[in-house]
């Protein structure tokens, strides 16, 4: 099939020239050698790559597209959809990587007997791998016509990637799941490898057989660190067979995925696993319970139509051996639901729930809700002796998260967790830590209720760190206070011109970002990293959030591990940067603080040259209220900043020096306001917990 099959939206021209969506439709309209669409709707064509490439290199708009967006544009644009078109690059990438030199005898054969010899030599890799029973199939000499140019590609792509096949995958793989973010519930990194590390088996040498058995995109069993054998099964079969190709070329364990539900159709009934992990769909009403009643796997109890997570737990614990580990990802209100009370009681009774942790808001989606981590053993085994257990290990994480979702402190929640867990695991016990960790005896927990929730049954922190602290936050508060009744700035009116004298001249003419930007006196630069959760690795930058700019805080995003799409854009002291969603009026000088951290998702920097432009000035005359109305957009949901429409006063330098020491001064005297802000609201809570808990004299 030719290249000119593939297709690519206007969405994937500007992502091609670095440009935005209205650069191509500008195009469009003004170019009338434009390539014409060939697909799409009215309002949505689609163009030839091949054509677009054409037509960007001939106007200079593209040198060379990159390979990884050349390959990904064949993705997006492939006839038979996207999943059709990563499970056949899958494929080849399995047989690049598992027999390069079958492959590449194969690719030196033209495209018609390139598509008949694929398939014999595909299903060999593919039997080898993942066994004659797998979610993925064989594909047909017919089916892979279309997608000829896009395997040669990812071959191509796999030798240029440092993590060869399996990278080139990943990143095909992450570029679909990033474009569908509502049609997939994704596992971030941070719980993945969080569970991992709680069901790992204790003590026990050599590598483990692990289930997920609603896998999803398989982020939980690619967190399993050295496994003997990873068993999947995904109700969704293109999820189920990209979950099978990510599996495979990730490890060299043996790898059995499945597609189909789990709960009606169990595709490894009869499986000893010694863990599982689990992330299972929530709140769902028909997962089985009319067919299913008489199911041997509720030995717990029959689950309520609305309690389809206990259904999940009772699964996970009949596929495990004796003395197997289940971790589950679950909502909070499985802990506490007077429908599930019988379950969670009769499993405290029998030890098989060991342990309930509550982690951060904004870990995994939904984003809004604290979830549950639940850890299982199903009894029996040596680890239990066959006696249940007489405690239960409740943790609490939520401090960890107070400063939101996208910075979600994971190395600290995973420490915290791990803590408590190894010690309970261990000898059935923990020490106590007030408002983090303790372990309850079963019988006080087995009340009316039977609630899990471990807020409810942990004692408090010592409120805000004791009075002796408190003292010294109310110190600190009343030192801020009179540094920020210093600040306070004058605010007098404009004199008025004396009698006689003539009006002061007009507001001399303003002039656009844009305008500004395309004559040299600054640089225009959108920020494109999208944080990772966590601390990230040392010695790499950090990255300025969105958040960060509205609070005023240093740098607290990491960078994304593996190799990114497009180089981050790194800060100097001197730029300013501008958040462009929300309808906020902030623009922040980067100072030393924030020197070196890269530029983050949803900002705009703006590089003054220092000889045209006071960075105050620009500052300072970018957040006028009028200004930000004027430069605004708005969609249904968002107001959208265009920085190219912000104008300034045309002024000497030596002016602009003057009205940016003014802005200077009302950034330190915002600075300080939002420090009393902290510290008041702080010393505020701890006098509030101190009183109630009786730590502080009332």
């Not at 492939?78 to 059709?84: F, I, L, M």
């Not at 409740?394 to 408590?420: C, I, K, M």
């Not at 372990?439 to 409810?456: E, H």
């Not at 760190?465 to 009343?478: K, M, S, Y």
């Amino acid at each position: 099939m030719p290249d000119n099959a593939t297709e690519v939206t206007a969405a994937g021209i500007a992502r091609l020239a670095g440009v935005g969506r209205a650069a191509v439709s500008n195009w469009r309209r003004r170019h009338a050698d434009f390539p014409k669409p060939v697909g799409g709707t009215e309002t949505s064509p689609s163009f030839a790559l091949a054509d677009v490439e054409r037509w960007l290199r001939d106007q200079g708009k593209l040198a060379e597209v990159p390979l990884r967006e050349r390959v990904w544009q064949q993705v997006a644009g492939h006839p038979a959809g996207a999943p059709t078109a990563l499970v056949h690059a899958g494929c080849a990438l399995l047989l690049v990587h598992e027999a390069p030199a079958a492959w590449r005898e194969a690719a030196a054969a033209p495209g018609d007997h390139l598509a008949a010899l694929l398939p014999a030599l595909l299903d060999g890799a593919l039997t080898a791998r993942l066994g004659p029973e797998r979610a993925v199939p064989t594909p047909t000499a017919d089916g892979l016509g279309p997608s000829l140019p896009l395997l040669r590609a990812a071959a191509e792509l796999a030798a240029a990637e440092p993590g060869g096949a399996p990278g080139a995958f990943e990143f095909l793989l992450g570029r679909h799941l990033d474009a569908n973010p509502r049609q997939y519930t994704l596992t971030p990194p941070g719980p993945a490898a969080l569970m991992a590390a709680l069901a790992a088996p204790a003590g026990r040498s050599g590598g483990a057989t692990v289930l997920d058995p609603a896998s999803g995109t398989g982020a939980l069993l690619r967190a399993v660190e050295g496994p003997a054998a990873l068993y999947a099964q995904e109700a969704d079969p293109d999820l189920a067979a990209l979950t099978a190709l990510r599996l495979a070329l990730h490890t060299g364990a043996g790898v059995h995925a499945r597609a189909g539900d789990a709960l009606r159709a169990d595709a490894h009934p009869h499986l000893a696993a010694d863990a599982v992990v689990c992330h299972p769909p929530f709140n769902e009403r028909n997962w089985g319970h009319d067919e299913l009643a008489y199911d041997p796997r509720w030995e717990y109890g029959f689950p309520a139509r609305t309690e389809s997570e206990l259904a999940w737990v009772q699964h996970a614990l009949a596929r495990l051996r004796p003395g197997g580990t289940a971790v589950l990802l679950m909502p909070p209100a499985a802990a506490s639901r007077r429908s599930g009370r019988r379950i969670r009681a009769d499993l405290l009774r029998r030890g098989a729930l060991r342990a309930v942790v509550a982690l951060p808001a904004g870990a995994a989606p939904p984003y809004g809700v604290p979830l549950h981590l639940w850890v299982l053993r199903r009894p029996g085994g040596p680890a239990a002796g066959g006696a249940p257990a007489p405690e239960l290990l409740l943790v609490d994480t939520s401090e960890h998260g107070a400063a939101g979702r996208d910075r979600l402190d994971w190395q600290a929640v995973h420490t915290a967790v791990l803590d408590a867990w190894t010690p309970f695991a261990r000898h059935g016990t923990a020490v106590e830590r007030p408002g983090a960790s303790r372990s309850l005896p079963v019988i006080d927990l087995l009340d009316d209720d039977v609630d899990l929730a471990p807020a409810r049954h942990l004692p408090p922190p010592a409120a805000g760190g004791g009075a002796a602290e408190l003292a010294t936050v109310r110190d600190r508060l009343a030192d801020q206070l009179r540094r920020t009744a210093r600040l306070n700035p004058p605010a007098e009116p404009a004199a008025p011109p004396a009698p006689g004298h003539p009006a002061p001249p007009p507001r001399p003419p303003g002039v656009t970002v844009g305008e500004l930007a395309r004559a040299g006196a600054l640089r225009l630069h959108a920020g494109t990293t999208t944080p990772a959760p966590g601390p990230g690795p040392a010695g790499r930058p950090r990255v300025l959030t969105e958040q960060d700019v509205l609070t005023g805080q240093e740098p607290t995003g990491a960078l994304p591990e593996g190799p990114a799409d497009e180089e981050p854009v790194l800060l100097r002291a001197g730029d300013v940067v501008v958040p462009v969603l929300g309808g906020g009026s902030v623009a922040r000088v980067v100072d030393g603080a924030a020197e070196g951290a890269a530029l983050g998702r949803n900002l705009h920097l703006l590089r003054p040259d220092p000889a045209a432009l006071d960075p105050w000035f620009l500052a300072g005359f970018l957040r006028g209220s009028a200004n930000q109305r004027r430069a605004s957009s708005y969609a249904s949901t968002a107001t959208r900043l265009d920085v190219r429409r912000l104008r300034l006063p045309r002024l000497p330098l030596a002016e602009q020096r003057r009205h940016g020491e003014r802005f200077r001064a009302l950034a330190e005297f915002e600075d300080a306001l939002r420090e009393v802000g902290r510290l008041g609201e702080r010393l505020v809570r701890g006098l509030y917990d101190g009183l109630t808990d009786g730590t502080i004299e009332a």
